[in-house]
């Protein structure tokens, strides 16, 4: 093994069971393509294309040319009162992308941190237009927006919020989740049942009074919670209830834009506009942390209507618009244009789905669900012990079937590669069918 104990010990790793990690450690050393490197020797296949990040694969090389220049160029440029050319390049590209009425981007270093700013864009956009009694936020159970206060006070994943109940944002409320097995159960694509759960938006309204919100966020697919695709609707009714209340709606697309559905932005797939998308992890294809936040132009405009001199907007990061970051998002962009990315996982949908359904009669397993190039396969838990099976089929996976898996709890993810090949989509289907047929 490559890392020490004490090295081993050193570090706490996040959302992780550390203990039980560290008396068999899977350490990676090194990636290319579709592949990572292990530390004793071996190439393990990435089913979840990093952590829904590296959609054109590991180092790819447009990425990391793009990266080495500009680190001995401009390693560092200080983004306050200053700019440098490569953040300008990266916004006019992502807002070139995008729906048309957006128009501006924030720079971030993370999903979270571009939750936590659209919130604090939503807040300061209704002051700014005098409608300072605008403060309540709306999430939605089993969403999920980070782990920073705003993000963790809006998500609905609850064991990221037992631990920090009282600490949670004041004045947030959440929709129900979208998830009904009674109704859909191992539905392909996108639920014919549930548009009707978005009324509980309307509820909301009701009960404070629409004119008291401030957002509404939601994730157009909740990733991270195990896939729930919206149903037919839901998505359009969110939107006919923001729009009549004045509240703004937030898409959450860090894990749904750049392709992972199909287009750029998932807001372009469902045709449903919001007033602010997040995003980070495909921005730069995984390579640099980064994150942004688009807004309409009517919220840019809101804010610049003081002295030209003074600050607009009194929040950023150290970090934000890092140039290194920035250039590995060009690069990025610019590889997904020149290979027809989008194109590419719009065309491996079908197949995804084939193979993804071919656990629906599993015996351990309850629901399958997906929408592009988004899956889950979740299997019953062992009686007294969540987690257990899952957690099986990931150590298995990776020792003995040299395949690298992502599972929360006991449903396994997918994010394959966004330029997969359909044969290697069909390979990691059929190793983890093996292990599964191989546990109680
Ligand atoms: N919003 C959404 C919709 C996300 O999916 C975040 C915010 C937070 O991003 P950062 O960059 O701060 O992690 C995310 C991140 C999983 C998994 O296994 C999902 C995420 C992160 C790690 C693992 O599904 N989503
Ligand atoms: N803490 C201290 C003491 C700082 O000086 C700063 C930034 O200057 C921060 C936190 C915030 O760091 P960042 O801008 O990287 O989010």
């Given at each position: 093994?490559?890392?020490?104990?004490?090295?081993?010990?050193?570090?706490?790793?996040?959302?992780?069971?550390?203990?039980?990690?560290?008396?068999?450690?899977?350490?990676?050393?090194?990636?290319?393509?579709?592949?990572?490197?292990?530390?004793?020797?071996?190439?393990?296949?990435?089913?979840?294309?990093?952590?829904?990040?590296?959609?054109?694969?590991?180092?790819?090389?447009?990425?990391?040319?793009?990266?080495?220049?500009?680190?001995?160029?401009?390693?560092?440029?200080?983004?306050?009162?200053?700019?440098?050319?490569?953040?300008?390049?990266?916004?006019?590209?992502?807002?070139?992308?995008?729906?048309?009425?957006?128009?501006?981007?924030?720079?971030?270093?993370?999903?979270?941190?571009?939750?936590?700013?659209?919130?604090?864009?939503?807040?300061?956009?209704?002051?700014?237009?005098?409608?300072?009694?605008?403060?309540?936020?709306?999430?939605?159970?089993?969403?999920?927006?980070?782990?920073?206060?705003?993000?963790?006070?809006?998500?609905?994943?609850?064991?990221?919020?037992?631990?920090?109940?009282?600490?949670?944002?004041?004045?947030?409320?959440?929709?129900?989740?979208?998830?009904?097995?009674?109704?859909?159960?191992?539905?392909?694509?996108?639920?014919?049942?549930?548009?009707?759960?978005?009324?509980?938006?309307?509820?909301?309204?009701?009960?404070?009074?629409?004119?008291?919100?401030?957002?509404?966020?939601?994730?157009?697919?909740?990733?991270?919670?195990?896939?729930?695709?919206?149903?037919?609707?839901?998505?359009?009714?969110?939107?006919?209830?923001?729009d009549r209340h004045g509240i703004l709606l937030i898409f959450d697309e860090v894990i749904t834009a750049f392709g992972r559905i199909g287009t750029a932005f998932g807001a372009q797939r469902f045709g449903v506009n919001p007033d602010i998308?997040?995003?980070?992890?495909?921005?730069?294809?995984?390579?640099?942390?980064?994150?942004?936040?688009?807004?309409?132009?009517?919220?840019?405009?809101?804010?610049?209507?003081?002295?030209?001199?003074?600050?607009?907007?009194?929040?950023?990061?150290?970090?934000?618009?890092?140039?290194?970051?920035?250039?590995?998002?060009?690069?990025?962009?610019?590889?997904?244009?020149?290979?027809?990315?989008?194109?590419?996982?719009?065309?491996?949908?079908?197949?995804?789905?084939?193979?993804?359904?071919?656990?629906?009669?599993?015996?351990?397993?309850?629901?399958?669900?997906?929408?592009?190039?988004?899956?889950?396969?979740?299997?019953?838990?062992?009686?007294?012990?969540?987690?257990?099976?899952?957690?099986?089929?990931?150590?298995?996976?990776?020792?003995?079937?040299?395949?690298?898996?992502?599972?929360?709890?006991?449903?396994?993810?997918?994010?394959?590669?966004?330029?997969?090949?359909?044969?290697?989509?069909?390979?990691?289907?059929?190793?983890?069918?093996?292990?599964?047929?191989?546990?109680?």
């Amino acid at each position: 093994m490559t890392v020490s104990a004490a090295a081993l010990e050193a570090y706490w790793m996040p959302f992780t069971a550390n203990r039980d990690y560290k008396k068999k450690p899977r350490v990676i050393v090194g990636a290319k393509g579709h592949y990572y490197h292990t530390d004793d020797g071996r190439k393990v296949y990435d089913s979840f294309s990093g952590l829904w990040t590296s959609g054109i694969g590991h180092c790819h090389p447009k990425i990391v040319e793009a990266v080495q220049k500009q680190v001995a160029t401009l390693d560092y440029s200080l983004g306050f009162q200053a700019g440098h050319d490569r953040v300008f390049e990266l916004a006019e590209k992502v807002v070139a992308l995008a729906p048309e009425p957006f128009t501006q981007i924030f720079f971030t270093n993370s999903g979270s941190e571009s939750v936590d700013t659209a919130l604090k864009i939503a807040l300061a956009y209704h002051r700014a237009r005098g409608e300072g009694h605008r403060t309540r936020l709306i999430g939605r159970e089993r969403g999920y927006h980070g782990v920073n206060f705003g993000g963790m006070s809006v998500g609905g994943m609850s064991p990221n919020r037992k631990a920090f109940g009282s600490s949670l944002l004041p004045g947030v409320d959440h929709m129900r989740h979208t998830w009904d097995l009674e109704h859909n159960c191992k539905v392909r694509g996108l639920p014919a049942w549930g548009a009707h759960l978005a009324d509980d938006l309307e509820r909301l309204c009701a009960l404070h009074d629409g004119g008291n919100i401030a957002a509404v966020i939601v994730d157009p697919v909740a990733g991270s919670t195990g896939v729930l695709p919206p149903p037919v609707g839901y998505l359009e009714k969110l939107r006919e209830t923001c729009d009549r209340h004045g509240i703004l709606l937030i898409f959450d697309e860090v894990i749904t834009a750049f392709g992972r559905i199909g287009t750029a932005f998932g807001a372009q797939r469902f045709g449903v506009n919001p007033d602010i998308i997040t995003m980070a992890k495909g921005l730069t294809n995984g390579v640099i942390p980064m994150g942004g936040v688009m807004v309409q132009e009517k919220i840019y405009q809101a804010f610049m209507q003081g002295p030209e001199s003074a600050v607009e907007l009194f929040h950023g990061y150290t970090y934000s618009g890092h140039p290194v970051a920035a250039a590995a998002g060009v690069a990025a962009l610019n590889a997904y244009e020149e290979e027809g990315t989008f194109e590419q996982s719009r065309s491996l949908e079908a197949h995804f789905e084939e193979v993804l359904h071919s656990f629906d009669n599993h015996p351990l397993v309850k629901d399958v669900r997906n929408f592009g190039l988004m899956g889950s396969v979740e299997m019953e838990s062992r009686p007294g012990a969540p987690g257990a099976r899952g957690m099986e089929v990931h150590k298995k996976c990776f020792w003995e079937e040299d395949l690298v898996l992502r599972n929360g709890m006991d449903a396994i993810q997918f994010s394959p590669f966004l330029n997969s090949k359909p044969d290697d989509m069909t390979m990691t289907m059929e190793k983890i069918r093996k292990v599964m047929d191989g546990l109680d």
